[in-house]
């Protein structure tokens, strides 16, 4: 059983090792970032060349691990989080897992040809300084992808507010409302480092997949685009080739 994180802060990091068991259950706590790593994977480009090194900023337990597969299987898996006990589960998928803060990232300049930042934006108390490793760590002409929730009020009140109470819902207290990010203030962030944003795509569970796992028929639920970005969006993001 998971130890309670009711006596934590909204968004206290320490709710990770909290509930380390959830990780890797289909219908566990963490149910959603199994179908969030899918279709982030989808964003990822085919890799320059066999080897080629991936960062993966918060990589919590190692979700997308699994998605590099088949044209994706030349990337190379570097995560770094600040949770140890999910570091050590990445660790057992495959994942070279180093514990760092994404503000302070152990890395040379330009050292990654892909980095991504799967539902860790809308974390980040110090959000510019992320961003700015994030690019700097970034080689040029490589590729960001990123997921993360939008700075709404539709978005605070149903994936944080409601959300937090459904199932396949974020776990209670993980978020911040104060801290979502909005696209704006992301593109923004990243034009002082160089690195282009391309247009975002909102998210939303496929309904009848999500009812079919509701009903435990199926183990996961295929994210699917939406033209609205007011929730939960993901885009990629182009460092300048000089
Ligand atoms: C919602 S989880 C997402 C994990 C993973 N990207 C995924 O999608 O499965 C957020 C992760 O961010 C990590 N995290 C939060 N703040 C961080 C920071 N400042 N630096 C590095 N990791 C951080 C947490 O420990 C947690 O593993």
């Given at each position: ?6 006596h934590r802060v909204r968004n206290d990091p320490a709710q990770y090792d ?153 776990p209670a207290g993980v978020h911040d409302p104060a801290l979502l990010v ?61």
């Amino acid at each position: 059983m998971s130890p309670r994180t009711e006596h934590r802060v909204r968004n206290d990091p320490a709710q990770y090792d909290d509930l380390t068991d959830q990780w890797w259950r289909p219908h566990g706590k963490f149910a959603a970032l199994h179908w969030l790593a899918r279709a982030r994977a989808g964003l990822i480009p085919d890799p320059p060349r066999p080897g080629a090194p991936l960062l993966d900023v918060a990589c919590g337990a190692g979700l997308l691990q699994p998605h590099l597969t088949g044209r994706l299987a030349g990337w190379v898996h570097t995560g770094v989080d600040l949770s140890l006990l999910s570091l050590r589960q990445a660790r057992t998928h495959g994942v070279t897992a180093v514990a760092a803060d994404a503000g302070r990232l152990p890395f040379a300049d330009h050292s990654f040809e892909c980095v991504v930042a799967g539902e860790v934006l809308e974390h980040l108390p110090d959000l510019p300084s992320a961003v700015a490793e994030i690019c700097r760590v970034l080689a040029p002409g490589g590729t960001l992808v990123m997921d993360t929730l939008n700075n709404t009020w539709l978005c605070r009140l149903a994936l944080v507010r409601i959300a937090e109470h459904l199932p396949g819902g974020p776990p209670a207290g993980v978020h911040d409302p104060a801290l979502l990010v909005s696209p704006n203030v992301l593109n923004e962030l990243l034009a002082q480092h160089g690195v282009r944003m391309h247009r975002p795509t909102g998210l939303r569970p496929a309904a009848g997949q999500y009812l079919a796992w509701l009903a435990r028929r199926r183990e996961d639920v295929t994210m699917l685009p939406t033209r609205s970005v007011s929730m939960l969006y993901q885009a990629t993001a182009t460092k300048d080739a000089s």
